[in-house]
C-alpha cells in the first residue's frame, strides 16, 4: 500500500442551499481514499459500526481502497448532521455523534506501518500521534488535518503533532487561530519554525494556498455554476494532493504544485453532488480533462514579447 | 492621450488594524490613475474643491498623468472616512460627504473624448452615461466599476450602462446581487446577456477573476505579510488592468490575462502602505519584479511528464 490514511468514515445528514440529503456516506477518510484511489493504492484506518452498509463498503472495496484496516465494533458508525449557509462558506453543526468513534483505538498491520505516504486526517491530536508513532520507517511524507475544536483543547499536543509532520493542511481561519497570527504569510512563517515543511491552506471557493519552505503557490478553485454539497472538499483535495504525490513518489516543489492542482480538481468533483455521488464514479477523462481546464483557467505569457512589462519610468 | 478614467479624487480619513491616517489623498480616479500611469499616458475627469493642496496636484503631474479634465470648484473636495474589520475585508463608512462632487457635470474636451480606453470609476451610473456619450469615435475598450448603492438605487440606468461597456469590474457580493445569480459563473453569464464582453469579479485578497465570453482567467492575490490599509485596491487593479492594455494597444484574451495579473501587481503595492504612499514611488524593477513573483506564485507544469496525470482507471 502506497498511502495511509487515518481518519473517520461517517453517515451525514446535510442541509444545503440546494437540498437536504440524509445518511450520506462520508467522513474524512472516506472522501480522502476515495479521490486518491484514482492515483495510487491506499489503505484506510477507520472503525465503523456493525450498522454500516455491505454497499459502502462494496463501493471501497471498488475503488482498490485496502480497508483491512477498517475495524468494525459493535454500535452506531460515526454521524454528523450540519447546515450550510446561502453561500455556502460556513456550516452549522446540528448533531454529532462520535459513537463507535469514541474509544478507536488504531492497531496497525505491517502493511500499513510500511506506507511511504501517510495522511492524517482531522481527528484528535492523540489518535493522530497513536498512528504516526506506529509507522516504520517513517514515511516520505506524512501530512495532517487538524480544526478549531483540537485548537482550543488540545493545543500542546497539535504543536507537538504539527512539529513531526511535513505537511499541514487546515483551512484559513484555523492557521491563524493556530499560529495567532493575522495574515496567512505570518502564519506560515511562524508553523514553519516548529518544523514544518509546508502549510496548505484551504480556502474553500478561494482554492489553496501551498506556503512552502522554497516557495508559495496559489491553485483557485474551479469556477462552478452551481454547488450542490461542500462536504468532503477538503478532504478531496487532500486526497488528490496526496495522491498524486504518491503516485510519483515525490515530494519536491514541482510536484507539490501539480499535487495542489490535482487536490483542486478532486475537491471540484465532490462538491458537484450530494455526498460522494460525483467521486465514486470518475473517470480518467473526466478527471484530465479538468486538470487542463486548471491549465487553462490559470495560464499566461509571463512577457508580452520584451523583458518585461511595457512600463513608463516615473520620478521618485 | 491613450486612456481617460472618470471618477472621483477625494481626501480620505481611514482606520485599518494597523493605524490610522487622516485627509490621506484617495479617490478612484487617483489610485485608477497613478496606478495606470506606470504604463500609459491617462488623463483624469474629476473635480476638487478650492481646498485640494498644490502637492496633490503636482503628484499627478510627476507622473505625467494629464489633469485637463480636472475641474477645481469652489466649495471642499468630496470626503470619506471608513473603518475596517480586524480581517480587513470590510469597511464600514464613519462619513461620506460628496461636497463639490454633488453637482458635477463633465465637460470632456476633443482630446479625452478621443481617448482609446476609457474607465468609468465607481460614480453614479448617471454620470458615467454622460461621459461615455461624449466619447468620440466609440473607445477600443470601455470598462466601468460600480457599487451596492447604485445597483439598489439606480438599477435600470447601471444595467443600461453595462450593456453600453466592454468590461464591468465589480466585487464578489455586488456580482451576484446585481445580477441576482447566486454563484458567480451565473452572474458572469446574466451580465454577458447584456451585451458584456467580460465581467472582472474583484475579490480583495482572493485576487480576481476575469469570466470572459471565450475563457475564465484566475488571478490569485499577492500574499502579504502586512495588509496596511485595503482602501484604493479595486482601482489599483482597474488601473494596472486597463494601464496595460492600453500600453500593448490589445484587448485580445491573451493581453487581458495579463492585464489582470498587472492589475493584481498593483493593487497588491497599494495596500501595503496607507492611501497612495506606496503607489506613488514605485519603480520599473519593483513592478517588474513582482509579475515575476506572480509568474512563479501560479506557474505549474501541466503534465507530469506523460499525457495526463498518473491516473488509475476504477469502475465505475
Known sequence: MNLLVVGSVAYDTVETPEGANKQQLGGSATYFSLASSYFTQVGVVAVVGNDFARSDLGLLGKHGIDTTGLETT???????AGRYSEDLNTAVTLETHLNVFEHFKPALTPAH???????????????????????????ALVACDSMNLWIEI????????????DVLMINEAEAK???????LVGAAKQLRKLGLKALVVKRGE????????????????YPLARVVDPTG????????????????????????????VAGSVMASFTVERFGVERLEGLNLEEINSRFSAFV????????????????IARPV
Open 74 to 80: 459493535s454500535g452506531k458508525t460515526f454521524r454528523w
Open 113 to 139: 506501518k510500511r506506507a511511504p505516504y501517510l495522511f492524517l486526517a482531522n481527528i484528535s491530536p492523540d489518535l493522530q500521534h497513536a498512528v504516526l508513532d506506529q509507522m516504520a520507517p517513517r514515511p
Open 154 to 165: 488540545a493545543r500542546p499536543r497539535l504543536l507537538e503533532l504539527v512539529a513531526k509532520v
Open 177 to 183: 487561530q493556530l499560529s495567532g497570527e493575522r495574515s
Open 206 to 221: 478561494y482554492g489553496a494556498v501551498v506556503f512552502h519552505r522554497d516557495f508559495t503557490f496559489a491553485a483557485p478553485a
Open 233 to 260: 472538499a477538503g478532504d478531496s483535495f487532500a486526497g488528490g494532493f496526496m495522491g498524486y504525490l504518491a503516485a510519483v513518489g515525490d515530494t519536491g516543489p514541482e510536484a507539490m504544485r501539480r499535487a495542489a
Open 296 to 311: 487553462e483557467l490559470t495560464r499566461f505569457h509571463p512577457l508580452g514579447g520584451g523583458q518585461g512589462l511595457p512600463l
